[in-house]
């Protein structure tokens, strides 16, 4: 139906949004046992919630890598584009970011547990004994894998991009094509620093806390509540970056919340180029009349 939607980078946009639906539904929870001060749902709720949690993280990093490394070949490779970015591949590299999330997402939910701990219970991930060594590796592998080598990827990608444009006034022989490449490449730039400004805080936060430095006093508390939150607030701030950024989601948007509307439009719209059509055949009659051969 919005055949203009159908684009490597939407189909990456709907994978961000996905991932983000997800993570959103686990807020009530989250919520509450931050409110209560203790997990109220139960063993296998934590479980399903823990493992969202890791599976909306990675995939959203690996995501927003996947569209920066999508950037890079429109603009530094537009050639190779044409056989590279197509929706089909899309769609497998997103099925192959959800099979290497899984690699992080799966063993969060066997180790998740409700354990009870001073009286209160807690929904956490149980690591393997030792667990003086092992909280140190996976908190170690989770900032790398989830944070450090993706954010160093983007990086480089956005930085040969950059060079790319200021070295090239016509990427690709059209003024429009040109304009419609630097503003998804503007769009796909914003939502990755944002995604690096909501996450660097919690993911610095917990890989500190790995290490052994544990949050006691009310401040810490207060900055682990916050930097906790902010990361969160990125699934919430995505939708509303596209809305104010991507024209033709705006446009598809509004088709499809206000379908009446859009179909009143279309019809005034053929209808002024039926009169615009009219005069301009009649006023060709007419000079015919006044100038014959």
Request: glycine share 4%.
């Amino acid at each position: 139906r919005f055949t203009k939607m159908k684009t490597a980078t939407n189909i990456y946009i709907f994978n961000l949004a996905l991932a983000d639906t997800l993570c959103l539904m686990t807020l009530p929870f989250q919520g509450t046992d931050t409110f209560l001060g203790f997990w109220p749902f139960g063993n296998v709720l934590c479980k399903i919630a823990i493992s969202i949690d890791y599976y909306n993280m990675f995939t959203s990093t690996f995501t927003l890598t996947m569209m920066s490394v999508d950037r890079y070949i429109a603009i530094c490779h537009p050639i190779k584009a044409l056989d590279i970015r197509t929706p089909h591949k899309a769609k497998v590299v997103n099925v192959c970011i959800w099979a290497l999330a899984s690699v992080f997402g799966i063993p969060a939910m066997v180790m998740g547990s409700a354990e009870n701990e001073n009286n209160e219970i807690d929904c956490l991930i149980k690591l393997p004994s030792p667990v003086d060594y092992w909280d140190p590796v996976f908190g170690i592998c989770v900032f790398l894998f989830s944070f450090m080598i993706p954010v160093l990827i983007i990086t480089i990608c956005y930085s040969l991009m950059i060079r790319r444009l200021k070295n090239v006034r016509v990427l690709s022989g059209s003024k429009e094509k040109d304009r419609n490449l630097r503003r998804i490449t503007r769009m796909v730039l914003v939502v990755v620093a944002v995604f690096i400004v909501c996450w660097t805080p919690i993911q610095i936060f917990v890989l500190v806390q790995c290490l052994g430095a544990k949050a006691e006093s009310e401040l810490e508390l207060a900055i682990s509540c916050f930097c906790t939150a902010l990361g969160y607030a990125n699934s919430s701030l995505n939708p509303v970056l596209y809305a104010f950024l991507d024209e033709n989601f705006k446009a598809c948007f509004k088709k499809f919340c206000f379908p009446s509307a859009f179909r009143t439009e279309l019809q005034m719209s053929n209808r002024m180029c039926s009169i615009a059509k009219d005069v301009a055949y009649a006023c060709k009659n007419s000079e015919g009349t006044n100038n014959p051969a």
